[in-house]
């Protein structure tokens, strides 16, 4: 049997590793957790070759998104202002006090890439224009 070579996560670049449950299989992100679908076992196929080629596939580009701000209420009452933080792709809320996430951990969304100078500059000119 050949080796089965995993790609590294598309959300976070952690290392991969298959997983086994019963007569199943599913690739996993050390790092985030992220997972593919788990496939079962068949005799059509091998179940760990259908997980591997489903999670190494790849777009030609991550969908984008932004961050948006929103204040969201605890548990005990308490109003905490900006504490949520919603994916302008997927629509989904998460609480995180910052945006420390660059993706969106449910549709895997990169916010706010850099891919030209132009991005770049105009990222730079917004942050010095803020701190004025």
């Known amino acids: ?12 670049g952690g290392e991969a590793e ?3 449950r019963d007569a199943s299989a599913f ?16 005799v059509d196929y091998t ?12 777009t030609d580009q991550p969908p984008k998104a932004r ?6 209420t605890s548990y005990d009452g308490e109003t905490i202002k900006n504490g949520a933080a919603i994916c302008g792709r ?3 809320a998460f609480f995180m006090p910052t945006d420390t996430f660059d993706y ?7 916010m ?9 500059l105009r990222l730079i000119q917004k942050k010095t224009e803020g701190e004025k």
């Open 112 to 120: 706010d890439l850099i891919e030209t100078d132009d991005d770049l």
């Open 1 to 12: 049997m050949s080796e089965i070579k995993l790609k590294n996560c598309p959300f976070c």
């Open 104 to 110: 969106c951990p449910n549709c895997g969304a990169r």
């Open 67 to 72: 961050w948006t701000r929103e204040d969201v």
């Open 90 to 92: 997927c629509k989904k």
């Open 27 to 42: 690739v996993m992100c050390t790092k985030c957790l992220a997972r593919s679908r788990t496939v079962v076992a068949c």
């Open 18 to 20: 298959m997983g086994f």
């Open 47 to 58: 179940a760990r070759e259908v997980a591997a080629d489903e999670w190494n596939q790849r």
